[in-house]
T-cell receptor
Framework: DAMVIQNPRYQVTQFGKPVTLSCSQTLNHNVMYWYQQKSSQAPKLLFHYYDKDFNNEADTPDNFQSRRPNTSFCFLDIRSPGLGDTAMYLC???????????FGQGTRLTVV | DQQVKQNSPSLSVQEGRISILNCDYTNSMFDYFLWYKKYPAEGPTFLISISSIKDKNEDGRFTVFLNKSAKHLSLHIVPSQPGDSAVYFCAASARSSNDYKLSFGAGTTVTVRA
């Protein structure tokens, strides 16, 4: 059974049109992460939540926002997607300092 | 600033032989290291990890070696099987600093030839 579920698997959006990606987990983990992975590059951490505490990476563009309404769900909002935001977006969870992170299948976002 | 580096983007190995994947890191605070495996159209899945208090950890066909002085780790897969064909990511975190965020390398694509 999938433990970290991302929806949708594939998303095409127009330049500048807001888009929301969702992630849900059944593991009851404290920490949820959003990573961006561009082709042939390392996954790059955008931000993470430890419970309700939001932690933004210093180089994450303001265009990227996140919401975590409860333990199970986390959303990635891209307010005005640019062509450079085309990437795979990976959601992951972990039990805090136990850093074995569990990943979802990812959402492949294409901005046209 | 890439703190975890996998300098070989690809590796081709014959079935039954050993696959050796390498990873270097620059942050001396890293004390916990992981390898993830990723098939196309799937998310990364955890494979094996090692704490900096060890220099070797073995799990079946997979062994990870850590050389702290060289800031280098490697993953050995023996014997390699066709199902091992995937992208392998090295990752690191600084657990003792309570920094549980993972820094990833860019990955190595392994192809196991029959």
């Amino acid at each position: 059974d999938a433990m970290v579920i991302q929806n949708p698997r594939y998303q095409v959006t127009q330049f500048g049109k807001p888009v929301t990606l969702s992630c849900s987990q059944t593991l009851n983990h404290n920490v949820m992460y959003w990573y961006q992975q561009k082709s042939s590059q390392a996954p790059k951490l955008l931000f993470h939540y430890y419970d309700k505490d939001f932690n933004n990476e210093a180089d994450t563009p303001d265009n990227f926002q996140s919401r975590r309404p409860n333990t199970s769900f986390c959303f990635l909002d891209i307010r005005s997607p640019g062509l450079g935001d085309t990437a795979m977006y990976l959601c992951a969870t972990s039990e805090g300092v136990n850093t074995e992170a569990f990943f979802g299948q990812g959402t492949r976002l294409t901005v046209v | 600033d890439q703190q975890v580096k996998q300098n070989s983007p690809s590796l081709s190995v014959q079935e039954g032989r050993i696959s050796i994947l390498n990873c270097d890191y620059t942050n001396s605070m890293f004390d916990y290291f992981l390898w993830y495996k990723k098939y196309p159209a799937e998310g990364p899945t955890f494979l094996i990890s090692i704490s900096s208090i060890k220099d070797k950890n073995e799990d079946g066909r997979f062994t990870v070696f850590l050389n702290k002085s060289a800031k280098h780790l490697s993953l050995h897969i023996v014997p390699s099987q066709p199902g091992d064909s995937a992208v392998y990511f090295c990752a690191a975190s600084a657990r003792s600093s309570n920094d549980y965020k993972l820094s990833f390398g860019a990955g190595t694509t392994v192809t196991v030839r029959a």
